[in-house]
Antibody
């Protein structure tokens, strides 16, 4: 069974930083591109960015480019999202997803970790 | 930036056919997929590559994509199909979601 378990969410002040992690299991992690998708409270889905299987290609939404960085550690079956210069509008539930990189479909979603940016 | 437009809401009676549209410039030249999201749950893929159903998705879900419009059709809609539905496509290495459509079965 595929499992994606996010962690690292919390409350942070505007301008602050946070690092999210995603532990993957149930599939061969380094066979897949991975991505982060967020959902603000009561709002729709927004793709944050994706990373290919070996980390050699990363793409980002314009809204986070230059502030957020996606990385992965295939030896640890883990995906990361480093978020800097956080803004109130970054407040959302952040989902880790299998797929969603290099044109691929999102096959599985984690339950998400909540990030709240507030003073 | 590329945009996908969906109607905010669609209503359907049980047993009838629900149709949810998604429009974008030359969308028919790209692959569209659809996700279902029920309250408090993560999204689930219901249609990919315009018309294909993942394993475990009922046959009452179908999709099409032509011109500027992709369409999700739910035949014989059931109460359990009440959910938010999101279309999605890729444009210039950016994954784009539609704004979502709330399907009400009443």
């Amino acid at each position: 069974e595929v499992q994606l378990v996010e962690s690292g969410g919390g409350v942070v002040r505007p301008g602050g930083s946070l690092r999210l992690s995603c532990a993957a299991s149930g599939f061969k992690f380094d066979d897949y591109g991975m991505s982060w998708v967020r959902q603000a409270p009561g709002k729709g889905l927004e793709w944050v960015g994706g990373i290919n299987w070996n980390g050699g290609r990363k793409d980002y939404a314009d809204s986070v480019k230059g502030r957020f960085t996606i990385s992965r550690d295939n030896a640890k079956n883990s995906l990361y999202l480093q978020m800097n210069s956080l803004r109130a509008e970054d407040t959302a539930l952040y989902h880790c997803a299998r797929g969603g990189a290099e044109g691929g479909i999102i096959v599985n979603w984690g339950q998400g970790t909540l990030v709240t940016v507030a003073s | 930036s590329y945009e996908l437009t969906q109607p905010p809401s669609v209503s359907v009676s049980p047993g009838q056919t629900a149709t949810i549209t998604c429009t974008g410039d030359k969308l028919g030249g790209k692959y569209a997929c659809w996700y279902q999201q029920k309250p408090g749950q993560s999204p689930v893929l219901v249609i990919y590559e315009d018309t294909k159903r993942p394993s475990g998705i009922p046959a009452r879900f179908s999709g099409s994509n032509s011109g500027n419009t992709a369409t999700l059709t739910i035949s014989g809609t059931q109460a359990m199909d009440e959910a938010d539905y999101y279309c999605q496509a890729w444009d210039s290495n950016i994954l784009v979601f539609g704004g979502g459509t709330k399907l009400t079965v009443l």
